[in-house]
């Protein structure tokens, strides 16, 4: 082989050599369709993180009332996430109390509490008096009213509150909360123990066993307590379940607007007509005065549009009145963004 033609041959294979490389760097420099494609779906799910407002909602026990009721709003507000860009989300917590703490400490964007406690958190008294009053809570919107059951045995005349008198009755242990709620209405009535021929402090439990057994005229129980304390009447034992619906109640709801009026539904073990009339305390949805007006608004809006749906999804919500929402139970100011759809929907006056 000649010199030109050992020339010509490292010639080509240079050419080679290059040509190969530049395919090799051409291929590590440029992205293929579909990692351009994951690329841009990925920046879009960050940028869809960034721009949804997240909202964590602070409930109770699991085994409670509040805990499922919360799984229900965060159902209603994220199924329409797409379009108010609001994403709900919730705990378990110790309840009313905690979350009213949690809450002013930034812990919770919104929080279930009962409506006496949201009461005492607002101005500072009774469980809150150490902390001092929290002026920046807001109130959303009424839940489930949670109404005395007045109970007296089927054929004992007794028909109501005012037949108690002289006799022998049980409003629970002297600290329930029963307890304490009827001693309010006592008190607002200008009653107390001198109108009875006795009030027995007792467990729930031996209330319904005395009653039964003709040792007491009258018992008293939370409706959320009723099927756990009924689920074993003595046979034979039939129980009726009275109204109260005093003037009183009026009254005391002035004193103290913690109350609210709220109706009971028998069922099978009372001999008593539906939609019993009562009153008692309740559960509220409440929040702080800078969370978000846009994301109150949304979230009672999805309630409010959705209520047969909403009060459907969990029993204790079954008499819940639409017309309710902004008033019953509920003693502090309203939140601006949860005004601003009851002026809308005409249910604010």
């Not at 010639?11 to 490389?21: D, E, H, N």
């Not at 939370?222 to 009924?230: I, P, Q």
Request: with cysteine.
């Amino acid at each position: 082989m000649n010199f030109r033609s050992i020339y010509r041959l490292i010639t080509v294979l240079v050419c080679l050599q290059i040509s190969a490389c530049d395919q090799i760097n051409t291929s590590s420099d440029e992205e293929t369709p579909e990692i351009i494609a994951q690329t841009a779906l990925e920046r879009s799910a960050k940028n869809e993180r960034r721009k949804l407002t997240h909202l964590l909602l602070g409930t109770g026990s699991v085994q409670g009332v509040y805990f499922p009721i919360g799984g229900v709003i965060c159902r209603l507000v994220n199924r329409h996430k797409s379009s108010h860009r609001i994403r709900c989300s919730l705990e378990s917590t110790g309840g009313s109390i905690y979350n009213l703490r949690q809450l002013r400490d930034d812990k919770f964007d919104l929080v279930f509490a009962q409506s006496d406690w949201q009461y005492h958190a607002f101005h500072g008294t009774s469980t809150f008096k150490e902390q001092g009053p929290d002026k920046a809570l807001r109130a959303v919107f009424a839940l489930e009213a949670d109404p005395l059951a007045l109970i007296v045995k089927k054929g004992s005349g007794i028909t109501k509150l005012d037949d108690l008198t002289g006799k022998v009755v049980s409003f629970g242990y002297s600290r329930s909360l029963q307890h304490r709620i009827m001693n309010d209405l006592l008190s607002a009535k200008g009653w107390g123990s001198k109108n009875f021929k006795e009030i027995r402090p007792m467990s729930d439990a031996r209330q319904l066993t005395q009653l039964c057994d003709d040792k007491l005229s009258s018992i008293l129980f939370l409706s959320s307590s009723l099927d756990d304390n009924l689920k074993q009447i003595p046979e034979g034992c039939e129980l009726e379940m009275l109204t109260i619906d005093d003037p009183a109640i009026d009254t005391l709801i002035k004193e103290k607007p913690y109350y609210r009026k709220g109706v009971l539904q028998p069922g099978k073990r009372f001999d008593s007509k539906p939609n019993i009339k009562s009153f008692g305390l309740g559960a509220t949805f409440v929040t702080h005065e800078s969370t978000s007006p846009k994301a109150i608004y949304n979230i009672v809006k999805e309630v409010a549009e959705n209520f047969r749906d909403f009060t459907s999804l969990h029993p204790s919500l079954a008499t819940l009145d639409k017309r309710e929402l902004p008033y019953a139970g509920i003693s502090i100011p309203l939140h601006p963004g949860a005004e601003r759809y009851y002026k809308e929907a005409r249910l604010l006056k």
